[in-house]
């Protein structure tokens, strides 16, 4: 079992005891061997996705794309962006959860107009800056829609759209919707080519099991399978799938699709099963404001995960098959801005995101399924000041923390190998009693020909002072010539890699000037702890000590020449 962490019940208590002693530090050993390695180091972290489509082309879109992108560059792996409203009615106006294409319109006598214009904008900037599109087929053009009443095609900028209005309702005629499908991929083919195109991958709808689908289980299911068919019909190699429930399983939703696509009659053919190709769902976290502060809950999100990649294993036909975690976050709601969400900004945000990726890898071993990516829902947001608490990686052109975190992500490679920690929770440690005693203080590494990446992080749920870790970081079998290592120290806490810390340094002034947006754009790239540094390789061993803040994030790097 490809366990990345491990612990002792007795140090749970031992580690809490030495905070209360001690202020200052307090003790971890982690050991990384280098000689056990647990297979392919899987890059789940490459995806991401937005509400809204058309900020992707806007100044600040543009620029985080092509640092989104370069991580994909870094270690030689694809990213993936996925957006809503693709097929939304519309003239490209946008607003918080919103966004708008001319897709679908029909004449006087109901016979349909195709205008590609905009999504080919939102597809040409991904393509140019290395981006490859995960393709959502929604939400419902106005003139297809069962109820188009109120379908809100221009909502206030600075406010946040109805999720479930006249787009979130099923089709009024099956047929048109299945051609909207062939339509939009014939045209893609023909715009980018056969080869690229079955690169991407194509799925249907978002969280049909809540208030963004007006229908039944069922009436999914034909959605699912009129636009699938469309689809390969244009594309018969196309990547397909679904379903994309909230809630992990949502319920008994993402089983009953399974059985659907399994055994199930397909509603365009009237034969047995519909084309799945992988599967998606949602996992989220559940932070609250309490006793003045966030504290955040990601035993929710491992719950959703684990308990999705459960009904999954259960269908032999699927226990295998790609899985994207097509939403996968701290919690629901990108545009919201309330108390529990002031977690954003800083470096809570950046160490719950480099804990929780190496434990859904691990629930995913424990299932036997294969989890090829877990999405973050993130990206930024247009016509909004610097650092206005949205969830997103950059604010008005600025890198928040968490974006360093995908940075680290990208400079491992090749093999995960064994880690152990004495202060680390694992998996299904967290899932059912999240990180509310001792924090967790653990990594996750890999081996790559002359290099050996080590990921720590210090980890709590209550985002209130605590005690730094004292790090005893002991490595092994390293498959390097005894001598002097070259190390380099990446890091994210309040003073490095933290543009917003920065930002309050300097009185938080709104709007940035020119000169300090420069500095600031400088405080949001990912920071070196010191200058580079060496570090003694003895009978394939090393040790390496350094202190580690609540809520900071290290990437150790190991390479010879």
């Given at each position: ?102 897709a679908y319109k029909e004449d006087t006598n109901g016979v ?48 946040k759209a109805d999720a479930g209005a006249g787009q979130a ?393």
């Amino acid at each position: 079992m490809k366990t990345i962490i491990t612990l002792a019940a007795s140090l749970f208590f031992f580690a809490e005891k030495i905070i209360a002693a001690d202020s200052n530090s307090f003790p971890v050993t982690i050991t990384v061997d280098a000689s056990k390695p647990l297979g392919e180091l899987k890059p789940i972290w490459r995806f991401f996705g937005a509400d809204e489509p058309n900020y992707a082309y806007m100044k600040d879109g543009k620029k985080l794309l092509g640092e989104l992108g370069e991580l994909g560059r870094e270690n030689r792996h694809q990213v993936f962006f996925r957006a809503h409203h693709l097929l939304t009615s519309g003239d490209g106006a946008y607003a918080l959860k919103w966004g708008s294409t001319s897709a679908y319109k029909e004449d006087t006598n109901g016979v349909p107009i195709y205008d590609w214009t905009i999504n080919d904008k939102i597809f040409d900037t991904y393509l140019a800056h290395g981006i490859k599109p995960y393709v959502q087929l929604g939400f419902m053009p106005e003139a297809l829609s069962t109820h188009p009443q109120n379908y809100p095609q221009h909502p206030p900028v600075g406010e946040k759209a109805d999720a479930g209005a006249g787009q979130a309702y099923p089709p009024k005629d099956y047929v048109k919707w299945e051609n909207l499908a062939y339509e939009w991929a014939k045209h893609c083919v023909e715009k980018y080519g056969r080869a690229e195109v079955e690169q991407w991958y194509w799925e249907v709808w978002n969280e049909p099991n809540i208030m963004y689908w007006h229908g039944s289980h069922a009436d999914y299911f034909k959605l699912y399978d009129y636009a699938i068919d469309g689809v390969r019909r244009a594309l018969p190699n196309a990547k397909v799938g679904g379903p994309e429930t909230a809630g992990g399983p949502g319920g008994k939703f993402l089983q009953e699709f399974l059985q659907h696509c399994a055994h199930g009659t397909n509603y365009v053919s009237g034969k047995i099963g519909s084309p799945l190709d992988f599967v998606s769902f949602h996992a989220k976290g559940s932070p609250v404001f309490t006793n003045s502060h966030v504290r955040m809950s990601m035993a929710s999100q491992l719950r959703n995960m684990n308990d999705a990649f459960a009904v999954i294993a259960k269908f032999p036909e699927y226990k295998k098959l790609p899985i994207v975690i097509g939403e996968s976050d701290p919690e629901g709601c990108a545009a919201c801005r309330e108390p529990r969400d002031a977690y954003r900004n800083g470096t809570m945000y950046s160490s719950y995101t480099a804990a929780s990726f190496p434990r859904a890898l691990e629930l995913a071993e424990k299932h036997g399924v294969n989890l090829e990516g877990a999405l973050t829902w993130a990206f930024t947001f247009a016509d909004q000041p610097p650092f206005a608490g949205f969830r997103q990686l950059a604010s008005a052109g600025l890198d928040l923390p968490v974006l360093n975190v995908f940075r680290m992500f990208s400079k491992m490679s090749g093999q995960q190998i064994t880690v152990t920690s004495s202060a680390g929770l694992n998996a299904d440690i967290i899932r059912k009693s999240n990180v509310r005693g001792a924090p967790d203080v653990s990594a996750y590494a890999s081996r790559d020909q002359n290099k050996i990446a080590v990921l720590v992080w210090h980890y709590h749920d209550d985002d209130l002072p605590g005690a730094d870790a004292a790090v005893d970081l002991q490595l092994s079998g390293i498959p390097f010539h005894d001598g002097q290592a070259k190390l380099t120290h990446y890091r994210i806490d309040a003073n490095h890699s933290n543009a917003y810390e920065a930002w309050k340094k300097i009185g938080s002034p709104v709007p940035v000037s020119e000169k300090d947006f420069s500095a600031l754009e400088k405080a949001g790239q990912l920071a070196e702890l010191g200058g580079e540094e060496s570090v003694s390789v003895v009978n394939g061993s090393a040790e390496i000590k350094f202190n580690l803040p609540r809520q900071g994030v290290s990437l150790l790097v190991i390479t010879t020449p």
